[in-house]
């Protein structure tokens, strides 16, 4: 049940129905990024919810309809009876995207962090603003190439400010590598950016600058602190993720 309209690209933002109340304002969302990057928004709803809550989908449908035509893109239902996860290798990792309403159900959330093979956007609940403020972040001296290519295309559209913030807990010759590689690639695409290199606690610092710069998106890349591990065993993007207070797009 595609829904004609004229934008359309060849990736695809899977946008997984929040099974607990309703929210406009992450759809709204979900509308805005699946714009920046040309993407089909599909709406990915258990079998199992749509049996149950038919009513609900149709609202769902609506906002979507009007968020389609008021950010030119194209959307489409897909019902899954499986678990997310095997939803999810369908998915290509070299153009697609999944999003989650991070406060709504924990457990999907987990699931898509550790076993998307693609960039996992993550959006609090009440979070309600353009993608205007793009942080993207380095920590422990490496830099996900496909973040910084997101980073990049996000400057590309001109509606966002880009920062790129390179952490390390000490010095190192590979924060100014990493400063240096951003760099290229931002001038390379004529984007302006700004950088900044900061030494001490990378998650604190991290989340200090989301705050203090009012990030709206914050750019991470999945595995570049391999060695981490908070003490409920997560990752370093799962950490972050959970404490932030803005939007997360976890790059794998």
Known sequence: ???????????????????????????????????????TLTLCASAKFVSERPRKIDFYRELLEEYAVQHDIQWDLRIYEDAPSVFLKRLV???????????????????LLQQSSVPVLVIPQSYDQPFR?????????????????????????GSCKVEVLTVSPASSPALRMVHDKAKYFFDKYNVKATYKIEQG???????????????SLLVLGANETDHWKDH???????????????PVLVVK
Do not use: W
């Open 1 to 39: 049940m595609k829904k004609n309209t004229k934008r359309r690209g060849d990736g695809r933002m899977a946008v997984f129905v929040p099974e607990n109340g309703s929210f406009p304002k992450y759809f709204k969302a979900a509308a805005r990024f699946a714009h920046f990057f040309s993407a």
């Open 232 to 246: 409920r065993f997560r990752s370093f993007s799962e950490d972050v993720v959970d404490a932030a207070i803005c």
């Open 133 to 157: 403020r793009v942080l993207l972040a380095s920590a422990g001296g490496r830099l996900s190439d496909r973040a910084l290519g997101i980073a990049v295309r996000l400057g590309i559209s």
């Open 93 to 111: 990792q070299a153009e697609d995207f999944a999003m989650v309403l991070r406060d709504d159900d924990l457990d999907l959330t987990t699931e």
């Open 201 to 215: 606690h990378m998650k604190k610092t991290i989340l200090r600058s989301c705050e203090s710069k009012e990030t």
